[in-house]
């Protein structure tokens, strides 16, 4: 590759242009804490509002409902901890949760934990198409639960929740429902006015905004129970001094994206396609996993039967090509994707499935050079395994 080809955006993306340079001028020229009783931190404060007012707007959230955390993991975190403990506290019944097996390590992590504290968390089904049973949930929420959480799109293989019955069910159950919305939040349209959403999370890093920007969409302001202790900024919910240079890089970028929404989705669907066309037709052996479900835009994992995934990621990468095995989170360990075991897959095609994800900066030239080098080294590969 005569230059390095970034297919890896559902683990990060680079921050735009002018994303840089909002976040430089808030990190030099306009200085301050928001919480300072001066004249910069009255302008900090003003700033810090219009971008939180920004951000709800741009969602159909009410004003005052974001608050703005460290990251995804943090959001999520705050959410599904907080709402348990909340629930704890107030009644001495054992408490349920209710989530699945696909989602990202900041929710299963902390349900793994919440079940050492006395909580019994139910997973739902995952169909081979990788989408949750509906029915099943309607069946789990027969008997009270103090949480659904559930992801919007799955970050390994985008394969779409249907968010819109969920939400429907939780509602009707008088269950508040939490929605991960990491992968779909600049991808899907999204408008909380018409969705009963109680608590939806995001991070910045996933839509050109800079790492270390999350946000939790408390919609009725529910939300009471901190896991720290400090200030009392974000409602006190998430003390510290918030990091605004980030906070407006996201809105910049948010601005961005929610401008062009229809022409990115457009963009990413129509290199996603070509690319999953051109290796179909040169690797006939090659799998799409999720193929026919309802899936986000710029996703496609792909199963290259007979051949370990992590191999190809090393080859793609000597040829300057960034593609992944598994979410950034957990793939430095050796483990075969819980989201596509959860869809039927064997251990041995988990192991062969990589994933390749795509941003608005991402060309149709790229994918044609990606396809083309990817045939090769499958076939180096496959030669040397057998
Ligand atoms: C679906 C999903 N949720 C949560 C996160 C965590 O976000 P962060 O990296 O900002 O902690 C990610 C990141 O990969 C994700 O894909």
Redesign the pocket.
Known sequence: MSSEVYFDN???TPCLDAVIAAVSDALGTNFGNPSSAHCRGYMRQEALGAARAFVEDVLGAPAGSAIFTS??????NLVVLGVLRQAQARTPEPIRLITSPV??S??TRVADALVTQGVTVDYLPVGSDGVVSTDELELLLARPAALVSL?W???ETGVVQLIDRVAAICRDAGTPLHC?A??AVGKLPIDLSTLPIDYL?F????LHAP??I?VVIDTAQRLSQSLWYGGDQERGLRPGTQNLAAIIGLREALEIRSADLDASVDHLRTLRDRFERLILQRIPTANVNGLESPRVCNTSNVCFPGIEGQALVAQMSRRGVCCSQT???TSHVPRPSSALLAMGLSEEDAFASVRFSFSVLNTDAEVQAVADLLSEVYRDLLRLST
């Open positions: 559902n683990a990060t990251g995804g993991t943090e959001a999520n989602e990202h900041s929710v992801q799109a799955n970050s991960d990491a992968q999370t991070t910045g890093h996933k790492p270390g999350g979410s950034a989170c």
